[in-house]
């Protein structure tokens, strides 16, 4: 019996080890994690932080010894914002680090286009910085997204500004990306349900920060609402070239990608009266409770800088990995990884927000939040 019984423990072991070995990134005593990120482009503001958030919340877990005995490596590649760039990191990340899943990859048309080399191999791919609705296409097995999609919070938003401020003209400016015209799209189509008038729309290329030409058009127009899907420092400048000239009764709304702290703090209130749809609440709002207020001060002392959003929306798609990580168990495949992500149900305090995934439902956050830029400050107005 005593033979029988070790003869079966074997098999299983070997079973288990077996289960790893067909498992890339995956060892008895690691688990590599990839992304594809923005380090160096026009959303290097939104990337550096969410990696070093991420890096944060690894290194506490990976200090406390692992999970179940597993170090937890982090392979970062900079896409620069440039679709070329992007497919050169996810080949390196898929075929020479072997990563077991992809984390906080940066970009709309990147993650679309790494999807090609994630999906057959049934890489998941968590918390994408992007919040566009292609990042659940089919097949959604291994996509997994944290918040609400830049779809959602267009309609959310518009209907918000429109109900507030009797805006009668809504407008768009939008890079022509898949990011862009999610946004763009969006826009046309609340405008219509809500028997609104679609003034009009201007195009950008990535790198453009001369708007004085289009904001006069769109100002002929009578917009009373634009909805911008552009670079940090492009939203930037649109709205102070609006104030310089003289146009300060329109509402410009940004989404997820432009609701940063830098934006809400230019010197001098340019971007005072500027309009984020997200889908989370602002850190710093929230600095005098314990968790944030923990957290900002911890990621100063490690980075010697100041914390953001994203660097919070880093730390929290981390945290959402290792309680997979943890729920999945020792014999750690992708389907284990991903039936674990499906019965996660939290409360994340750092973020303020509920997380529930579930069969079928792979977005963690459902919640819009609309806040405003106020004296340096982004202040929430509702949520949704």
């Not at 994408?128 to 996509?143: C, E, F, G, T, V």
């Not at 938003?157 to 809504?170: H, P």
Request: with cysteine; proline share 4%.
């Amino acid at each position: 019996m005593k033979k029988l019984t070790t003869a079966v423990a074997a098999g299983a072991m070997a079973l288990s080890s077996q289960a790893f070995a067909e498992t890339q990134g995956v060892t008895d005593t690691e688990v590599v994690f990839g992304s594809v990120n923005d380090l160096s482009g026009i959303f290097a503001a939104v990337g550096v932080p969410a990696v070093n958030g991420a890096n944060m919340r690894f290194d506490e877990v990976n200090a406390a010894g692992g999970v179940h005995g597993r170090q937890i490596k982090f392979v970062v590649e900079d896409n620069g914002y440039q679709i070329p760039r992007a497919m050169q990191g996810y080949n390196k990340l898929l075929n020479r680090d072997k990563v077991f899943g992809m984390v906080l990859s940066l970009g709309t048309p990147m993650n679309i286009a790494g999807f090609k080399l994630l999906d057959p191999k049934g890489i998941p791919n968590i918390g994408p910085l992007s919040a566009a609705r292609q990042m659940l296409q089919d097949p959604i097995d291994n996509k997994f997204i944290g918040f609400s999609s830049y779809w959602d919070q267009v309609q959310v938003g518009v209907k918000y500004l429109a109900s507030e401020f009797d805006a009668k003209e809504i407008c768009t400016m939008y890079i022509p990306s898949d990011f862009g015209k999610e946004i763009a799209e969006s826009t046309k189509d609340v405008t219509a349900s809500l028997g609104l008038t679609l003034g009009g729309e201007t195009t950008h290329k990535p790198d453009e920060l001369d708007f004085v030409g289009s904001l006069t058009k769109l100002k002929s127009a009578g917009c009373d609402v634009i909805t911008m899907a552009l670079g940090v420092r492009q939203g930037i400048t649109v709205v102070g070239t609006a104030k310089k000239l003289g146009w300060t009764d329109v509402k410009f709304l940004n989404t997820s990608a432009g609701f940063l702290e830098p934006v809400a703090m230019v010197p001098g209130g340019v971007t005072d009266g500027l309009y984020a749809s997200a889908g989370w609440v602002d850190l710093y709002s929230r600095a005098g409770d314990p968790v944030p207020g923990k957290f900002i001060a911890d990621y100063k002392a490690k980075y010697d800088q100041p914390a953001s959003g994203f660097a919070m929306l880093g730390y929290s798609a981390a945290d959402t990995v290792v309680r997979a990580l943890e729920a999945a168990g020792p014999d750690l495949t992708h389907e284990s990884f991903q039936a674990a992500m499906e019965t996660l149900d939290y409360y994340d305090e750092l973020s303020d927000a509920q997380v529930k995934y579930g069969p079928g439902d792979h977005q963690g956050v459902d919640e819009v939040t609309i806040s405003v830029v106020e004296n340096g400050g982004w202040k929430l107005v509702s949520r949704q």
